[in-house]
């Protein structure tokens, strides 16, 4: 059984590469976009017409783009991870220890998500400029991993 799994991954492999940065790049652009909705939401009035459009642009962005996009991430990159002896390097448990912290900020950013969307942030428009630095810190270091693998 665990012949033909194996068989399968190393068959395969190319693909699932290709669909693994198709929903990194997915992935990516909404957790980079979602904290800039934020920003200008913290803007508007709680109630108004414009505050409740951009509860509906972030929930559509959250479940139809970002989750999606993470599941499939994991997905691809496990399957490719199970096919060969990676577990052992040292870039590689880098790598996977970022990709852990970058899967943390998702659920941040689901949480913030649903306080927007319950009128309860407590976040200002500063915090969210910042914590948006985060998804790009961590991705340019992810990607000199899997490139560089130092
Ligand atoms: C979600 C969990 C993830 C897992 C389990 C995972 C795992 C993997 C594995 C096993 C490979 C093949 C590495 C090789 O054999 O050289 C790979 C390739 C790659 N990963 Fe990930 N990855 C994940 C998330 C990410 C993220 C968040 C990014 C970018 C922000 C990323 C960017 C890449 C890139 C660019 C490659 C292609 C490297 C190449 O072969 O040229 N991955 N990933």
Do not use: C
Not at 5 to 28: D, P
Not at 50 to 76: C, D, G, H, R, Y
Request: aromatic share 18%; proline share 2%; net charge positive.
């Amino acid at each position: 059984m665990t012949g033909y799994i194996m068989e399968f991954l190393t068959e395969y492999y190319k693909w699932f590469l290709a669909f693994h940065v198709i929903s990194v790049i997915s992935w990516m652009a909404g957790m980079l976009y979602l904290p800039r909705l934020f920003v200008y939401h913290t803007r508007l009035e709680v109630g108004s017409e414009a505050s409740e459009m951009f509860k509906e642009m972030e929930l559509k962005l959250m479940k139809i783009i970002i989750n999606p996009a993470m599941a499939s991430a994991w997905i691809f990159g496990l399957s490719m991870a199970f096919g060969q002896e990676l577990w052992g390097q040292g870039w590689f448990q880098l790598k996977f220890l970022l990709v852990i912290i970058m899967s943390g900020f998702h659920g941040y950013l689901s949480l913030w998500r649903r306080q927007f969307s319950q009128d309860k942030n407590t976040h200002s428009e500063k915090f969210f400029r910042q914590v948006n630095e985060i998804p790009a810190i961590l991705m340019i270091f992810i990607v000199l991993l899997v490139i560089l693998k130092f």
